[in-house]
């Protein structure tokens, strides 16, 4: 069981360049997230979805678009990088319809922007 | 919307010492509380998680964690630490009732030494 899979681990890009961080869960869950951990200020919450069709922001959404055409799929696209997008991100996926679920990550993506 | 706070950012202590870690919250409502841990270089994991009943929940690896209502605060506590739980732990709250939302607070960085 795969679990959470996040694509690529590692990337640098140029300011101003596109980019869409993958991220996949064969756990049929409802609920998908994207977060980026900061130092000092833990995790914040990008985009989630609660299922298929379902987007919505969280925290931090500036700069981020996100879609959800399947279940097991949630990308994150970032539109013109810029340095303070300088980050780990991490997929998460939940189960259920309540929100006493626990949060399953993907291994993250280091995202450097130059 | 919710907060939660960590008020130790970074704490040091020997092996076989006692460890608790502060967690408060802000919402006033229903809440399920989670901790969760990041070892070095890896993705996060569940310790242990409050939804109802017991306020003292025991999780994995001999850590356990107190809801006290009263004080808005669900701490993570563990009798005798090892180097091996040198890690940042995470605090993380979402409301209940089908709150979808989980916020973390900023995280505590633990390092155990010999």
């Known amino acids: 069981n795969a679990g959470v899979t996040q694509t690529p681990k590692f990337q640098v890009l140029k300011t101003g360049q596109s980019m869409t961080l993958q991220c996949a869960q064969d756990?049929?869950?409802?609920?998908m997230s994207w977060y980026r951990q900061d130092p000092g200020m833990g995790l914040r919450l990008i985009h989630y979805?609660?299922?298929?069709?379902?987007?919505d922001q969280g925290e931090v959404p500036n700069g981020y678009n996100v879609s959800r055409s399947t279940t097991e799929d949630f990308p994150l696209r970032l539109l013109s990088a810029a340095p303070s997008q300088t980050s780990v991100y991490f997929c998460?996926?939940?189960?259920?319809?309540?929100?006493?679920?626990?949060?399953?990550f993907g291994q993250g993506t280091r995202l450097t922007v130059v | 919307a919710q907060s939660v706070s960590q008020h130790n950012h970074h704490v040091i202590l020997s092996e076989a010492a006692s460890l608790e870690l502060g967690c408060n919250y802000s919402?006033?409502?229903?809440?399920?509380l989670f901790w969760y841990v990041q070892y070095p270089g890896q993705h996060l994991q569940l310790l242990l998680k409050?939804?109802?009943?017991?306020?003292l929940v025991k999780g994995i690896k001999g850590f356990e964690a107190e809801f006290i209502k009263s004080k808005f605060s669900f701490n993570l506590r563990k009798p005798s630490v090892q180097w091996s739980d040198t890690a940042e732990y995470f605090c993380?709250?979402?409301?209940?009732?089908?709150?979808?939302?989980?916020?973390f607070g900023t995280g505590t960085q633990l390092k155990v030494e010999l």
């Open positions: 998460a996926s939940r189960a259920g319809t309540g929100a006493a679920t626990e949060a399953f």
């Open positions: 993380a709250v979402t409301e209940g009732g089908g709150g979808n939302k989980l916020t």
């Open positions: 919402y006033g409502g229903t809440v399920n």
């Open positions: 409050y939804f109802s009943g017991d306020p």
């Open positions: 756990m049929n869950h409802e609920y």
């Open positions: 979805s609660v299922g298929a069709g379902i987007t």
